[in-house]
């Protein structure tokens, strides 16, 4: 292993995934990186740091529709892996341009770093899209509960965030199971079920996607499993709210600053407009049923010609997505709440997949219908 | 696979009167020792769809149909029974056509409130056993009608009251009968929640895959509103404290012998803290007199110091912390007092020198509570929260509703006629004024 660089294993395990996966899915794992490297870096007023550099090679990626970085390390002398805090990054975790990057991890003698020997590092990319700054016409009304985003108006402003462009798969969760849950924890045995998940536990303790089911959106999680998840990337669930705009759009799809693109369909209660999912026998999400193409769930970003306004994959049905909202009961009042979830399901008729249809589920039920996504809100 | 063939218009056009044709239509199955019961559930809600996967978890049962009226709800409650019984369900969003399956044993019915009498009225006319959620009836005429159904067709219908279930609710109902705490003259009954006000949203169409039409059924159908929540409105419910409290009244009742009905009713409250719009009260106090003592019912909807018994305490050995517990009941005697909790909390004594003399902890009990619903198919044995104990606990809540609406009255009621002699204009409460055709329960079931 040359010390200078990074281990190059996303690289290829992302290119021997992508080889399974489905024909028509894009972006269902973590961006290609290559040519990653490290070395230190000294300067005068900000002390010791680690400069990374690689190659996002992804030509999508732009200012719409961006990558997410988030680094991790493990000192050698320790067993666990650690996020580098996104305030050390100098918010270079938002990258908006395919080809050379780099970015800088500052305060690494707080870390009780000193030298390269002493750490492994490893760098991921996740594909985001870019939802602006923005009023949008918010026609959810959830119960009862927690509203993380305080309040009901409509229209209703929401700073810019970046959303997942696609549920969290098979693939990057076996990921994070193999870094983090490789004591059990965050896996079910359900999710071996070769047509509903196909995440495999070895006998080694490392986790491993079934043949062809990397691209799949990973279900069976728990609500606590995927904030799991996303505080391993230093992500978060989607409030309710967030996750109506990235399928509906805002007023102005460039924001309001730009106010230059109007939304042509503020109101749809689809990603991609008003027509059902099933209209004219054209399926544009994966319900119920085994016409759209699939009996269970779908690769992600399969349906992407129905993609939101921002280009977000599955927001109607595939997985059921958990959101950071919870919904209290008028029995279990005072006791844990009712997570909400949103988006529908594979096993969901077309009505039930729309913008506001939003079932609850205790959060530590799983099941074959529930998925999510994460969101990075600067 | 989902039944989409029955419209709307099919499910009115053939009216309630058709239902009297069911009991001809499908008869009754002979249950054979070694075979599954075979179950349909009504309602796919939190309640609906946890029953219908606990349910389907028994080996001893089948869950053959799942109905609602609105499919949005289809896909947790089918994929949580599918898997765990490993076998398909039918989907329907009209329950009828699940009435007339001759293989259907039982059905389940977790509907709102003013559905629960319709739909056991018209599974028992149809030859099911009915194990249909708290409360039971959505007013106390209803619950005549549904014992009525009951013993006509001879039913097992039972209620979700799973506490009389529990082995130490049991224990307890000895000790208050030991005579070991004296003569009883006062029972206190809590039921403390905290709900949040339901949010302000305008009226708007119903969502495609609703039969809102359906799901007013008998009641009226006022327009739909996202936010309106169901349970605060009088229109469908028996509000939002006798929902939940009906399972303390229906303990108490059951440890004092499952005494009938109060001689009189007594009330007071209003809607203090939530002023959103709903009709229900979220303060609530009742005194019931009986011959030889008074039940005292308290409950609101704003007291976050006063909590159910936290899930640790649950189910183990441990005792709740009374005086902050919300959903206690004292019995009051001559010799001594005596705590009761609901979730399997246990219960404690104390003599005339406040010192604990006994302490039996308690587990609960869904699961004893749907045994012996299954056994009382089998053996056509009163199940342990028959109907007419069902009905007897939520008339304790239709009398506090009526006193209150009255203007908060205290109301003599006649045990006999189940009506208020004294009071004609709180008779009007006894029954719903209008059932919107073709949902109507007939005076003969």
């Not at chain 1, 958990?322 to 006791?335: M, P, R």
């Not at chain 2, 009608?145 to 067709?153: G, L, S, V």
């Not at chain 2, 003599?412 to 008779?427: G, W, Y």
Request: proline share 6%; charged share 20%.
């Amino acid at each position: 292993v040359n010390r200078n660089t990074i281990k190059p294993w996303i690289g290829l395990m992302v290119l021997t995934m992508l080889i399974l996966v489905h024909a028509t899915c894009v972006h269902g794992q973590w961006l290609a990186l290559t040519n990653v490297t490290h070395r230190f870096a000294l300067s005068e007023l900000g002390g010791a740091h680690i400069l990374i550099e690689y190659d996002l090679n992804d030509t999508n990626v732009s200012h719409q529709v961006p990558a997410y970085l988030f680094i991790r390390y493990r000192k050698q002398s320790a067993q666990s892996w650690n996020l580098v805090s996104p305030q050390l990054l100098q918010g270079r975790q938002v990258v908006t341009s395919p080809g050379h990057n780099q970015c800088a991890w500052w305060g690494i003698n707080q870390a009780g770093i000193t030298n390269l020997d002493q750490v492994e590092i490893r760098i991921r990319a996740l594909a985001m899209a870019r939802v602006p700054a923005g009023l949008f016409r918010k026609k959810s009304v959830p119960g009862a509960g927690h509203d993380s985003s305080k309040g009901h108006k409509d229209p209703f402003y929401l700073p810019e965030y970046f959303i997942a462009r696609y549920e969290t798969t098979v693939a990057m969760y076996a990921d994070y199971l193999n870094e983090f849950g490789t004591d059990g924890s965050g896996w079910n045995p359900k999710m071996l079920d070769a047509q509903r998940c196909g995440l495999e536990k070895l006998t080694s303790g490392l986790y491993k996607a079934l043949p062809g089911r990397a691209n799949y959106p990973v279900n069976y999680v728990s609500w606590y499993d995927a904030a799991g998840f996303l505080a391993w990337c230093g992500l978060r669930l989607p409030t309710e709210a967030e996750w109506e705009k990235a399928l509906r759009g805002g007023l102005y799809l460039d924001g309001d600053d730009s106010r230059k693109i109007a939304n042509p369909m503020p109101e749809r209660p689809f990603p991609w407009g008003n027509e059902a999912p099933d209209a004219g026998g054209v399926y544009r999400c994966n319900v119920d049923g085994d016409q759209d193409g699939f009996a269970f769930t779908a690769p992600v970003g399969n349906f992407r010609r129905f993609n939101s306004p921002y280009g977000v994959g599955d927001l109607s049905a595939n997985v059921a997505e958990w959101t950071l909202d919870w919904y209290q009961t008028s029995y279990h009042a005072g006791l844990d709440g009712f997570r909400i979830l949103r988006g529908g399901s594979w096993m969901d008729p077309p009505a039930g997949v729309d913008a506001v249809s939003a079932p609850t589920s205790l959060p530590l039920k799983s099941s074959s219908l529930m998925g999510f996504r994460a969101v990075f809100a600067p | 696979m989902q039944n989409k063939t029955v419209t709307r218009r099919t499910f009115v056009k053939h009216s309630l009167m058709a239902a009297t044709t069911l009991t001809a239509l499908s008869g009754r199955r002979v249950l054979g020792a070694n075979e599954k019961v075979v179950l349909g559930v009504m309602g796919l809600g939190g309640r609906g769809t946890y029953l219908a996967e606990s349910f389907a978890k028994r080996s001893d049962v089948q869950i053959a149909y799942l109905c609602d009226v609105d499919t949005r709800r289809f896909a947790r409650a089918r994929e949580a029974v599918e898997e765990a019984q490993n076998h398909k369900v039918v989907l329907l969003q009209d329950f009828r056509k699940m009435l007339e399956d001759r293989s259907v044993d039982a059905i389940v019915n977790a509907t709102p409130d003013h559905w629960h009498a319709l739909g056991s009225i018209l599974a028992c006319q149809a030859g099911k056993d009915v194990f249909v959620e708290k409360p039971m009836a959505h007013s106390l005429w209803e619950g005549r009608k549904m014992i009525e159904a009951a013993r006509k067709y001879q039913r097992v219908v039972t209620v979700g009251t799973q506490s009389r279930s529990a082995p130490y609710v049991k224990q307890a109902v000895d000790y208050v009968r030991s005579g070991k705490l004296g003569e009883i003259c006062l029972v206190r009954v809590f039921n403390m929640m905290q709900h949040a006000p339901q949010p302000a949203a305008p009226n708007q169409a119903p969502p495609p895959g609703l039969d809102y039409d359906m799901w007013c059924g008998p009641a009226a159908m006022l327009p739909y509103n996202p936010s309106r929540q169901w349970l605060n409105q009088w229109e469908y419910s028996c509000g939002p404290i006798p929902g939940d409290a009906v399972h303390q009244l229906d303990l108490a009742r059951l440890l004092m012998g499952d005494i009938p009905c109060p001689a009189s009713v007594s009330a007071t409250g209003a809607i203090y803290a939530l002023k959103d719009g709903r009709d229900t009260p979220d303060t609530q106090l009742a005194a019931f007199e009986y011959d030889k003592f008074t039940l005292l019912f308290e409950s609101a909807l704003w007291t976050p110091y006063m909590k159910k018994t936290p899930m640790d305490v649950r189910d183990t050995d441990e005792m709740p912390n009374w005086p902050f517990n919300a959903t206690r009941i004292e019995v009051l005697g001559t010799k001594g007092f005596m705590c009761v909790g609901r979730h399997g909390d246990g219960w404690q004594v104390f003599n005339e020198n406040s010192s604990l003399i006994a302490t039996v902890p308690g587990r609960q009990a869904d699961q004893e509570h749907q045994d012996n619903f299954i056994q009382c198919i089998r053996s056509r044995a009163k199940p342990a929260a028959d109907v007419e104990q069902g009905h007897y606990s939520v008339l304790l809540c239709h009398l506090a509703n009526i006193a209150w609406r009255a203007g908060n009255k205290k109301l003599a009621f006649d045990t006999r006629t189940e009506s208020f002699p004294d009071a004609p204009e709180a008779n009007r409460y006894l029954r719903r004024a209008a059932y919107r055709e073709p949902w109507v329960i007939p005076d003969q079931v």
